[in-house]
Each structure stands twice: as structure tokens, then as C-alpha cells.
């Protein structure tokens, strides 16, 4: 239900009201920015602060006008509600549940005919439809409607659908990750590992005294022992040389 929530900004308002709604958004997410880097506490920004939500179960029609964060309060409220006995639930929280559901809000707002028997305003066909027949049987072949339609095509959804205009807010976001992008493949390309951060090496002098001092001893014992050797080679020489001379 949650997800319900994303698609609000999609709607298919006027253009004015589109550019309002842009240039709040706008605001918000530079505020929100700012926020990231600012050091003071949001505790005193009522934007973030718990809401009465009596009033919304009071008038679901308020639900649209609030905050993602103050809508997600009132659906997690409302699906705590839910997960329980369903005769438990009062009338106002059905109503509540089925506007957030099924009413004119987000990409339904201008879907007005709730009241009447008429279809469905993004009902992807022709109307009146061509019944080929009123009684089909197993046997019957269905074919593609020729030509075909998509729901992007209704006249209610086309423009929700045109991704050519885009409101500024969106915009925004959309170059800011292109330039973070960019600069990431220059930083690759250009810079490389000239660029990554130095390692800091942390030295022990006591141990390097200490790794010092075994080598030296190493070294020295090395030597002791070829010492040996040579002067026991030289000695097996004399013995022989004494030996050839009797």
C-alpha cells in the first residue's frame, strides 16, 4: 500500500498547478540538502514531527495534501489497524483504507466517475466496443486489437505517460546524478590511482630497533659458521698434505 504513495507525483494537474508543486518540491529537496550538512537538530522542524492523523480518518481527502513522511505515519498507523480482527475496524477506518487504495489521489486524481456505471476512464479500449459475438465458445480465437492500444495511449493517461516534460524538480535530481556520474568517469579515467587517498603507515621504532638487532644476530651467526667451515676445510688439507710428505 505503501507504494501507492510514490506514484502521486504523476498526476495529471494542470500545468500551473504542476509548476507549484514543482518549485515546492524543488525547495524541499534543496532544504533537505542542507539539512545533510547542516549540524543543528531537526527536532523543532514540525515537517518531521509526528501529526494528529484524527483529522484524516475524520476527512480522507486531506490524506493527498500531506507529507510522504506524515502519509507514511497514517498508513502505518492504518496497517497496524488491519492486521488485526477485521471487526474491529470502524467505518472511518475502512473509508480511510479504500481512499488510499482506490480514491481520486496520485495518478487517480482526476478519475471523477466513482459514482456512475460509466467504465472506467483508462479502460485501454475502444468505446462503444465491436463484439464480434455474444455467445463465445472454447474453440473461439482472440486476437491483438488492430490497432493495438496501450494504456499510455488513453487520453486520461497521456500526460502522466509524456516523459518529454518533466516538472524542475525532477530535472534537478536528473542533472545533478548525470554530474555525479561524470565526474566519477573523469576521476577513473583522468586521475586513477594517483588520486586514491595515501596509505598511512604507522612505524614502530622500537620494533624495527628490535627486527635490526635479529638480522645483525643472523648475519653474525652466518658468519660464524662459515668461519668454521673454512677453517675445517684448511685443516683437512693439512692433514692430507702432512700425510703426502711421510
Not at 93 to 105: A, R
Request: overall charge positive; hydrophobic content about 35%.
Amino acid at each position: 500500500m505503501s507504494l501507492v504513495i510514490l506514484k502521486r507525483f504523476n498526476s495529471s494537474k494542470p500545468i500551473a498547478d504542476k509548476k507549484q508543486q514543482a518549485a515546492q518540491l524543488a525547495a524541499q529537496s534543496i532544504k533537505d540538502i542542507g539539512s545533510i550538512f547542516s549540524s543543528s537538530s531537526s527536532n523543532d522542524d514540525p515537517s518531521t514531527q509526528p501529526i494528529d492523523t484524527k483529522p484524516i480518518y475524520e476527512n480522507p481527502q486531506l490524506f493527498p495534501s500531506l507529507s510522504l513522511l506524515h502519509q507514511g505515519q497514517v498508513i502505518k498507523e492504518l496497517q497496524n489497524k488491519y492486521d488485526k480482527k477485521w471487526h474491529n475496524l470502524t467505518q472511518k477506518d475502512k473509508l480511510l483504507g479504500y481512499f488510499i487504495s482506490y480514491g481520486n489521489w496520485g495518478v487517480r486524481e482526476n478519475f471523477n466517475n466513482w459514482n456512475d456505471q460509466t467504465a472506467p476512464l483508462d479502460l485501454p479500449f475502444h468505446i462503444p466496443s465491436n463484439i464480434k459475438t455474444i455467445s463465445p465458445s472454447p474453440t473461439d480465437i482472440i486476437r491483438k486489437l488492430n490497432p493495438e492500444l496501450k494504456l499510455s495511449e488513453t487520453p486520461i493517461r497521456i500526460n502522466q505517460f509524456n516523459y518529454k516534460k518533466m516538472d524542475p524538480a525532477t530535472k534537478f535530481i536528473i542533472y545533478i546524478i548525470i554530474f555525479i556520474s561524470l565526474f566519477a568517469i573523469y576521476r577513473d579515467k583522468a586521475i586513477g590511482e594517483a588520486g586514491k587517498p595515501k596509505e598511512v603507515v604507522i612505524e614502530d621504532k622500537y620494533e624495527i630497533e628490535r627486527q635490526a638487532k635479529l638480522k645483525q644476530l643472523e648475519l653474525e651467526l652466518l658468519l660464524a659458521k662459515e668461519e668454521e667451515i673454512r677453517k675445517e676445510k684448511e685443516k683437512q688439507r693439512r692433514k692430507w698434505y702432512y700425510l703426502w710428505l711421510k
